[in-house]
């Protein structure tokens, strides 16, 4: 980890402007026309001048940092987030698989690796055996997580700070997500990761809408699906990756680009089983 904030004018202004963003999604939800074109114009504004101050000439955002990349991506900056997305793994490759984000860019990294594919790094960056790592910790008999993974004595020995790996055993390795359009968690996508180091997850996340549940396992021949659903679910799509595009044929495929399939699962009674062909 840094000793110091990384990038602190530039994730201060990202926050201003989330909260701004965020005040006109509130308005909207509650029906207040007024304060939404208020806010959402100041939003857009602000953002503009966000990527006019911040954004370098090739492309990368204030101090080219991990931080500055999960916050780009985080809030949707850039016009081309896939291509950002790219050099933010390779920069945590790069890096040996460590991560040096702070405590809110460490959460912001899980949600957007996740969301641009490349859930490979994160997993890396959580198995890492060697160096300063989470094993570090277990290896020096720690039951709690600390601030920081190397010996800082100003750190904190029962810390949140990396606690946010847990979100991703949620939305990644089950891929249990909620849609940023839902409300009171009515519109649901599930994603699952299938990391090829990894025999089985089991994971049940319950919303106030009911519990959903989605466990796969890994056998010589196959991986096993397993999901349950809400009944009362505006939406839910399973996605997956198009390679097994035909083993879910009993299912309609709602769409599809080069690299997924989606299926609206939102109406399926009952439990939905699947075996997927390696």
């Known amino acids: 980890m840094q000793e110091i904030s990384p990038a602190s004018e530039f994730t201060a202004s990202c926050f201003y402007y989330y909260h ?4 006109s999604k509130f308005a909207k939800i509650i029906g207040n026309k007024k304060d939404y074109s208020k806010y959402s114009d100041k939003a857009e504004d602000v953002k503009k001048l966000i990527v006019n101050m911040y954004k370098n000439e090739d492309g990368t955002y204030a101090d080219r940092g991990q931080t500055s990349y999960a916050f780009a991506l985080f809030l949707d900056l850039d016009d ?32 957007t690796l996740s969301k641009y594919n490349h859930q490979n790094v994160i997993y890396k960056w959580l198995n890492k055996r060697d160096g300063n790592s989470f094993y570090s910790m277990l290896k020096d008999g720690q039951s709690v997580l600390s601030e920081h993974v190397h010996d800082w004595p100003e750190g904190s020995d029962n810390h949140a700070m990396y606690s946010s790996y847990i979100q991703w ?24 990761y299938f990391e090829e ?15 959903i549940v989605s466990n796969w396992i890994r056998n010589e021949e196959n991986i096993v699906l397993h999901i349950e ?50």
């Not at 701004?20 to 005040?23: P, S, T």
């Not at 055993?169 to 699952?192: D, T």
């Not at 180091?197 to 519990?211: N, P, R, W």
Request: net charge positive; hydrophobic share 35%; proline share 2%.
């Open 197 to 211: 180091e990894i025999d089985f997850v089991q994971c049940k996340y319950k919303s106030i809408k009911g519990d």
């Open 80 to 111: 081309e987030p896939q291509k950002l997305a790219k050099e933010f793994a390779d920069k945590i490759k790069d890096n040996n698989y460590y991560i040096t984000c702070g405590i809110f860019g460490m959460f912001m990294t899980y949600e």
């Open 20 to 23: 701004i963003e965020l005040l």
């Open 169 to 192: 055993f949620y939305e990644g390795l089950a891929g249990i997500n909620i849609s940023k359009n839902s409300y009171g968690a009515n519109e649901v996508f599930i994603k699952p």
């Open 229 to 278: 659903i809400p009944s009362n679910l505006k939406l839910c799509l399973l996605i997956l990756d198009k390679k097994y595009k035909n083993y879910v044929k009993e299912y309609v495929v709602q769409k599809e680009d080069k690299s997924f399939v989606y299926i609206d699962i939102s109406r399926c009674s009952g439990d939905i089983n699947l075996r997927l062909g390696k």
